[in-house]
């Protein structure tokens, strides 16, 4: 097999070549998928994760066996100094950051606010709200230029399923943090949101009951739930130049199911 022009053509378009992209909670599902297409696009990576090691394993893994660069670090990213390292390990193996995909977040239960103890509100909100502000803030002193990708949730338009009132409260949070950010950092720095609603994940198979998944699927236009390569392609575009003159967006992405 000889060289074909379109390999040439494909190399030589990679949008993010000799950027460096920290994305947490990078070993599983839309982290792990968000990862992938980054390296694909040229960028070094660097990924958090907290519990799941195989899987960030194998995500640097595959990316290095496809000739790209990535290394994982396990951190706790709702205190300072999970933050910290992971930054600073950023910096020292590829010099500089140019991109933050700030991943990482979750449920952790469903409960409604009658039954919700004060410790869940305040784990959920450091989970998901708090963490986005310590790794914006870490990386700042090493971003001259680039693009931060928080992922909020449809959550955050639409105060969320049963007993999801922290979680959404947390993500709408997120959005709004998204356009402030983009005030406060602009020109140099763009930042944006995804409002993903529903995406085949370990989120659904823990947290949601399969027959709203089926009623999801049957009331979305398109007919399916999302996948994590959806997540994680609109993630690369965010992070790049072609989406220049975008910032203080939080975009949908939900097959159709709620328009904002």
């Known amino acids: ?26 070993g599983r599902d839309i982290g792990r998928a968000c990862a992938i297409r980054l390296a694909q696009e040229g960028a070094n990576v660097v990924i958090s994760y907290f519990a799941s090691s195989d899987g960030a394993d194998a995500t640097v893994a595959q990316i290095t066996e496809a000739g790209g660069n990535a290394i994982a670090l396990q951190a706790d990213l709702s205190a300072q100094d999970g ?95 998204t356009r402030g950010l983009a005030k406060e950092l602009g020109p140099d720095i763009r930042v944006n949101a995804l409002c993903p609603g529903m995406v085949d994940t370990d989120f659904h198979n823990i947290h949601t009951k399969d027959e709203a998944r089926r009623g999801f699927e049957a009331s979305a ?8 390569e959806d997540i994680a392609n609109l993630v690369a575009f965010l992070a790049s130049e072609e989406s220049s003159f975008m910032t203080g967006v939080n975009v949908d992405i939900n097959g159709g199911v709620l328009f904002s």
Do not use: C
């Open 1 to 26: 097999m000889g060289f074909h022009p379109e390999h040439r053509e494909k190399g030589s378009h990679m949008k993010l070549g000799g950027k460096t992209a920290i994305v947490t909670g990078g």
């Open 83 to 177: 933050v910290d390292a992971l930054v600073g390990a950023a910096v020292e193996r590829f010099g500089s950051i140019e991109i933050l995909v700030n991943n990482s977040g979750g449920m952790i239960a469903r409960k409604t606010i009658a039954e919700m103890p004060l410790s869940h509100w305040q784990a959920v909100m450091d989970l998901n709200l708090t963490s986005v502000f310590m790794m914006t803030q870490a990386v700042l002193p090493h971003m001259k230029t680039g693009a931060i990708v928080n992922l909020a949730s449809q959550a955050g338009r639409d105060g969320g399923g049963p007993g999801s009132v922290a979680y959404a409260t947390s993500k709408g949070a997120v959005m709004t943090m």
């Open 221 to 228: 236009p398109v007919k399916r739930q999302g996948r994590p």
